[in-house]
């Protein structure tokens, strides 16, 4: 008798539970999140989004298990949806989906990032732009590959505000939530391409000296957290611009541990220092979002197991809603 197939990654279908929260009226100028969004199902086929903000969940402790971090992330798409769910509606014209959560069954990491990387595929091959809420930061190799994959031909690079490189080669259990751009930089030379990548906000602290020597061998691009400040704007939205152009297409993706502990304690690895949601933060935010470049936004390493006050979902709830406004409206 043939032995039944294990399954290895599990997908769910959006539910309106996940989106609840306060009712003002529903009229345009009262809505609210959880009134606005529209749910969509990976299972069927997709409609045109038309260039959407469109919000897909990855469930995964696997990574951050496998870098010997603290576990909870896989929690973070639902709390971060009911992070989201109240927030106001500014423009009632641009429109929201739902599109679901991809679930890392057991120690099935690299199945889950290949069902990631399918489902960014579909949701940019039907014109709408992915959101990611993690999860680990295992996020960001099944972005980039269903990115690489859809703009085949293009040149495709990634800004990564973090604390840590996360260049780590994998280990005896394999790839991790630390080892995403030496994945990236291993698909990128087997395929002749350039490695086009840059850091913002890395921390001496958080990053041997052997990843700083790979970074610079790799010629990784970087902003140390300790330059990130308003007296160094201007230089910083230089070295953005030029690696802008550089590219055709870029993934951009905000590893919540790069803000300091006291605003975001609620990560997988937090930073007793780091950057700050400021002017300095918002200004390189807003020329990203104004570059049509720049095709998917990806939220990593929330823990809802290390919350306080909700402070690091409602972080990440701003830092969405902000980038919806400026980018969309």
């Known amino acids: 008798m043939k032995e039944k197939s294990k399954r290895t990654t599990s997908y769910e279908s959006p539910e309106q539970d996940w989106w609840q929260g306060r009712n003002d009226g529903d009229q345009p100028d009262q809505l609210r999140w959880w009134q606005h969004i529209q749910l969509r199902s990976l299972a069927e086929d997709l409609p045109d989004f038309r260039d959407a903000p469109v919000i897909v969940g990855f469930a995964c402790d696997e990574g951050v298990a496998r870098n010997k971090g603290r576990i909870g992330s896989a929690e973070g798409p639902l709390y971060l949806r009911k992070a989201l769910s109240d927030l106001p509606i500014r423009n009632a014209a641009v429109s929201l989906f739902d599109v679901g959560t991809i679930h890392c069954v057991d120690t099935y990491l690299e199945e889950a990032q290949a069902k990631l990387s399918e489902a960014i595929q579909e949701i940019l091959k039907s014109n709408g732009f992915p959101i990611l809420l993690g999860g680990g930061h295992e996020t960001l190799y099944g972005n980039y590959a269903g ?11 990634i800004i990564n505000f973090d604390a840590h490189f996360d260049i780590r080669k994998p280990g005896s259990s394999g790839i991790s939530s630390g080892t995403g751009f030496y994945q990236v930089a291993a698909d990128s030379q087997n395929e002749g391409k350039d490695f086009l990548y840059l850091a913002i906000g890395i921390q001496h602290s958080g990053n041997t000296t052997e990843l700083f020597k790979r970074a610079d061998a790799l010629k990784a691009e970087y902003v140390l957290d300790q330059d990130f400040h308003s007296l160094n704007l201007e230089k910083m939205k230089e070295q953005v611009q030029r690696f802008l152009a550089k ?20 990560v997988s690895a937090p930073s007793a220092v780091g950057i700050f949601y400021d002017y300095t933060f918002r200004e390189i935010m807003k020329l990203l979002a104004a570059n049509e470049k720049v095709v998917s936004l990806d939220i990593a390493e929330y823990n809802p197991r290390y919350y306080i006050d909700s402070r690091t979902a409602k972080l990440a709830a701003e830092l969405i809603f902000d980038w919806i406004n400026w980018k969309f409206n």
């Open 247 to 266: 590219t055709d297409v870029v993934c951009l993706a905000v590893d919540l541990d790069v803000f300091s502990a006291s605003i975001a304690p609620g």
């Open 147 to 157: 990115t690489a994959k859809h703009f085949e031909k293009k040149k495709v690079g």
